[in-house]
T-cell receptor
Framework: DAGVTQSPTHLIKTRGQHVTLRCSPI?????VSWYQQVLGQGPQFIFQYYEKEERGRGNFPDRFSARQFPNYSSELNVNALLLGDSALYLC???????????????FGDGTRLSIL | AQSVSQHNHHVILSEAASLELGCNYSYGGTVNLFWYVQYPGQHLQLLLKYFSGDPLVKGIKGFEAEFIKSKFSFNLRKPSVQWSDTAEYFCAVRVADRGSTLGRLYFGRGTQLTVWP
């Protein structure tokens, strides 16, 4: 079975630009969460989406936004990129976002975003 | 905000040595606990998880972890490490109280384990 897939693998942008990152969850998973992992740190939660609705937001500025589509895939958008946005962006999926408390998250390989 | 502490940033062991990686968290309510491993060039993989019941949980590849609620700890152990265990290990906590965001994990900063053959 295919795992969580993310695209692109790597991306280079300059300050002020906009970026869109994409995630396809494991088949049957309805919940998608996004994380930012800066070098030398653990992943930091950005958003969770479940059934196309935002269910949680971490401590990130409004430049970060996301959405989930009817097929449960998701996009993370970042506007007005800053040097500090350089990081590995991880997507994780799970079966459910509210009930089913025993469902762990499964992670994709991530998108490496570099800001010049 | 909740915090997760992994006190060992880099651990170096010889093969067959025993391993214990510490993890402490700050939340006083109901939690789910996880250890993830990231092998070089690969994605985060779930090693083991604790939701409820027996506080000693066994995971893949001979790893186990013990939840000690009174110490807010979830330490990872392996009796005898192998060269192939070289990887980065992350402890993660999910707040499991009613109304919490179940899709949110709080991660520690990770422990790099290097095992010499």
């Amino acid at each position: 079975d295919a795992g969580v897939t993310q695209s692109p693998t790597h991306l280079i942008k300059t300050r002020g630009q906009h970026v869109t990152l994409r995630c396809s969850p494991i088949s049957g998973h309805k919940s998608v969460s996004w994380y930012q992992q800066v070098l030398g740190q653990g992943p930091q939660f950005i958003f969770q989406y479940y059934e196309k609705e935002e269910r949680g937001r971490g401590n990130f500025p409004d430049r970060f936004s996301a959405r989930q589509f009817p097929n449960y895939s998701s996009e993370l958008n970042v506007n007005a990129l800053l040097l500090g946005d350089s990081a590995l962006y991880l997507c994780a999926s799970s079966l459910s976002g509210t009930g089913g408390r025993s469902q762990p998250q499964h992670f994709g390989d991530g998108t490496r975003l570099s800001i010049l | 905000a909740q915090s997760v502490s992994q006190h060992n940033h880099h651990v170096i062991l010889s093969e067959a040595a025993s391993l214990e990686l510490g993890c402490n968290y700050s939340y006083g309510g109901t939690v789910n606990l996880f250890w993830y491993v990231q092998y070089p060039g690969q994605h985060l993989q779930l090693l083991l998880k604790y939701f409820s019941g027996d506080p000693l949980v066994k995971g893949i590849k001979g790893f186990e972890a013990e939840f000690i609620k009174s110490k807010f700890s979830f330490n990872l152990r392996k009796p005898s490490v192998q060269w192939s265990d070289t990887a980065e290990y992350f402890c993660a906590v999910r707040v499991a109280d009613r109304g919490s965001t179940l899709g949110r994990l709080y991660f520690g900063r990770g422990t790099q384990l290097t095992v010499w053959p």
